[in-house]
């Protein structure tokens, strides 16, 4: 079946630093692939979101690229702020379209 | 921005009591959706609907029933509530199936004893 693997299961950066937040997936054919965000306290909302492989996208400075060679879907940003602490969670979109699976989520810690 | 309101925030139970969730959306989306979220599990979907009195199975479905009495409400019922099912339980919804926007409720954390 589908799945999705964060072997990441916590960053700590100081702010200013690079970020990048391994994610790949096993499925068949061509998913649409997430990065959803949880903020302390909050639901998760969603981040960004790519339907094309070999496409890249982008939102508040994150950027994943959909690499369907490598089967991949890393996050990134250039320079994180202390405001970016969450637990990020990489989903693929199931083949019956109705499902997402999640992976286990990497909590980013950013010190000040 | 989508609302999505869940009940209670938190609760305790016993083992074996009867315990239900409340859902509910104020942007008419078709779909909503009940995870669960545990440590090094992520979201595990357990129930999801995409219209009123309609019921589909999640990958998590053991112990839990659900119901969705209207296109505002899903509700998600544990009959015999069990000490592994202490978790934190999210609601979602989403206008037309999952390849859109999730928008999610604050959660309801439920603690088994």
């Known amino acids: 079946g589908n799945s999705v693997t964060q072997m990441q299961g916590q960053v700590t950066l100081s702010e200013e630093e690079f970020l990048f937040i391994n994610c790949t997936y096993s499925t068949t054919g061509y998913p649409t692939l997430f990065w959803y965000v949880q903020y302390p306290g909050e639901g998760p909302q969603l981040l960004l979101k790519v339907t094309t492989a070999n496409n890249k996208g982008s939102s508040r400075g994150f950027e994943a690229t959909y690499d369907k060679g490598t089967t991949s879907f890393h996050l990134q940003k250039a320079s994180v702020q202390e405001s970016d602490s969450a637990v990020y969670y990489c989903a693929q979109l199931s083949g019956s379209f109705n499902k997402l699976t999640f992976g286990a989520g990497t909590r980013l810690a950013v010190c000040p | 921005e989508a609302a999505v309101t869940q009940s209670p925030r938190n609760k305790v139970t016993v083992t074996g009591g009867n315990v239900t969730l409340s859902c509910r959306q104020t942007n008419s989306h078709n779909y909503m959706y009940w995870y669960r979220q545990d440590t090094g599990h992520g979201l595990r979907l357990i129930h999801y609907?995409?219209?009123?009195?309609?019921?589909q199975i999640g990958d998590v479905p053991d112990g839990y029933k659900a119901t969705r009495t209207t296109q505002e409400d899903f509700f998600l019922l544990l009959e015999l509530a069990s000490p592994s099912q202490t978790s934190l339980y999210f609601c979602a919804s989403s206008e037309k199936g999952a390849q859109d926007t999730q928008y999610f409720g604050p959660g309801t954390r439920l603690l088994v004893l």
């Open positions: 609907s995409y219209g009123a009195g309609n019921l």
